[in-house]
């Protein structure tokens, strides 16, 4: 049973680009979480897909936007990236009605130069 | 608001001892679930335990216990009898009131394991 997955591991942009990441859900899970975790922080909470469309959405300015597939897998796009965005973003997949832990990919650690 | 605070940025313990991570919260709901997670230098996020505000008792999981007051706001970790894969980084975590599956973070602690 594959676990969530995310792409790319690593990535490297420069200031005023876009990116896109990637994340598939552990089998079963219809919820998608997005999570930025900046060096020696705590994960922050970006935003959450369900039945594809953003249900909720944390303190992000629109650059960071989302999308969720039919197959409950889901993007992150970050626009005009600051450097301010060189983060590790991490993909978080539940149940829509589970009340326990969520399942965390392993990340996608973006620089922006 | 929801707000998780873990004063240790570093800890230090000797293999085979135990040790304590600290995690207090602040929340107005009388219904709420508090998460530790473990962060090794890969990244990922790895569930440990869990422990619910109405839980009669304090939550284990192998060698993970939560000291849960709830008097106090405190959920410590407990990790029995250190292992030097034990060495990472620990978040305490809070499920927002509203939406179960967002989650609020603590800042994290350090853990070493000492050989």
């Known amino acids: 049973d594959a676990g969530v997955t995310q792409s790319p591991t690593h990535l490297i942009k420069t200031r005023g680009q876009q990116v896109t990441l990637r994340c598939s859900p552990k089998s079963g899970h219809d919820t998608v979480s997005w999570y930025q975790q900046a060096l020696g922080q705590g994960p922050q909470f970006i935003f959450q897909y369900y039945e594809e469309e953003e249900r909720q959405r944390g303190n992000f300015p629109d650059r960071f936007s989302g999308h969720q597939f039919p197959n409950y897998s889901s993007e992150l796009n970050v626009n005009a990236l600051l450097l301010g965005d060189s983060a590790l973003y991490l993909c978080?997949?539940?149940?829509?009605?589970?009340?326990?832990?969520?399942?965390f990919g392993p990340g996608t650690r973006l620089t922006v130069t | 608001a929801q707000k998780i605070t873990q004063t240790q940025p570093g800890m230090f313990v000797q293999e085979k001892e135990a040790v304590t991570l600290d995690c207090t919260y602040d929340t107005s709901d009388p219904s709420y679930g508090l998460f530790w997670y473990k962060q090794p230098s890969s990244g990922e996020m790895i569930f440990l335990i869990y422990q619910g505000s109405y839980d009669q008792q304090n939550a284990t999981e192998g060698r993970y216990s939560l000291n849960f007051q709830k008097a106090r706001k405190s959920a410590n970790l407990v990790i029995s009898a250190s292992q030097l894969g034990d060495s990472a980084m620990y978040f305490c975590?809070?499920?927002?009131?509203?939406?179960?599956?967002?989650?609020?973070f603590g800042s994290g602690t350090k853990l070493n394991v000492k050989p």
């Open positions: 975590a809070m499920r927002d009131r509203d939406n179960f599956n967002k989650f609020y």
């Open positions: 978080a997949s539940s149940l829509r009605q589970g009340i326990h832990e969520q399942y």
